[in-house]
């Protein structure tokens, strides 16, 4: 088995709680989403741009979810997941570049999943 490359973490209380709100098939989902992240996160996921540049998007696409994470800056090893949520017209990046544009305001509170 191989072992993990990088530190996954949610980059907030908000994205903790969109992943605890998942039910058991969409959250076994996204745990496998989140060990590919944990091994290949800087190989894997589309790159986004505009507010979200920096930002990737992982799409479980089974499910309909989609992650929005980012390689934290100045620490290559861990990742930040920003959002967990369904494919709805753009709302998993709306959310996105909400929580970036308060982080810089507020500071983030993130922790492991």
């Known amino acids: 088995m191989t072992s993990a490359r990088f530190k996954v973490e949610f980059f907030n209380g908000a994205a903790r709680k969109e992943y605890l709100a998942l039910d058991g098939s969409a959250r076994a989902m996204v745990d496998k989403g989140i060990a590919r992240l944990a091994l290949r996160a800087d190989e894997i996921g ?17 499910s309909g979810i989609r992650i929005v994470f980012r ?26 570049s909400r929580r970036l544009e308060r982080d810089s305001e507020d500071g983030s509170e993130g922790g492991r999943p």
């Open 71 to 96: 390689l934290r800056e100045g620490r290559v090893e861990v990742v930040q997941i920003i959002v967990i949520d369904q494919r709805d017209k753009g709302k998993v990046f709306t959310k996105a």
């Open 46 to 62: 589309k790159p986004l741009a505009g507010k979200l540049a920096g930002c990737k998007e992982l799409k479980l696409r089974a």
